[in-house]
């Protein structure tokens, strides 16, 4: 499964940006899905994920209530929406996806290229 994710760009505190990651392939709307983020000098993190059905998301505390992660099955593609953006949110934001596990934090088997989100105060 190849990921190729878009959307990053620079916005300013209490702005949204919408990621968006195309994952073409007969098997897309088999595998869980999910968003990962990096800023400078911190450790990769799980932002969200979410179930090969669509149904059952799961988030980070810090981004509950602020982003969204939806998927479109008839597209292979999957979303990220994020509002009420934090400079703490700034990070490069990286599309993963798996067919299998039990924790939505990973291990993930796929992984597209980052894309910068930058949010400034």
């Known amino acids: 499964v190849q990921l190729q994710a878009s959307g990053g760009g620079l916005v300013q505190a209490g702005g949204s940006l919408r990621l968006s990651c195309a994952a073409p392939g007969r098997t897309f709307s088999s595998h869980v899905m999910g968003w990962f983020r990096q800023a400078p000098g911190k450790e990769r993190e799980a932002v969200a994920a979410i179930s090969s059905s669509g149904d059952v998301p799961a988030y980070e505390d810090s981004v509950k209530g602020r982003f969204t992660i939806s998927r479109d099955n008839a597209k292979d593609s999957v979303y990220l929406q994020m509002n009420s953006l934090k400079p703490e949110d700034t990070a490069v934001y990286y599309c993963?996806?798996?067919?299998?596990?039990?924790?939505?934090?990973?291990?993930?088997?796929?992984w597209g290229q980052g894309t910068q989100v930058t949010v400034s105060s």
């Open positions: 993963v996806g798996r067919l299998r596990g039990t924790d939505w934090r990973g291990p993930y088997d796929y």
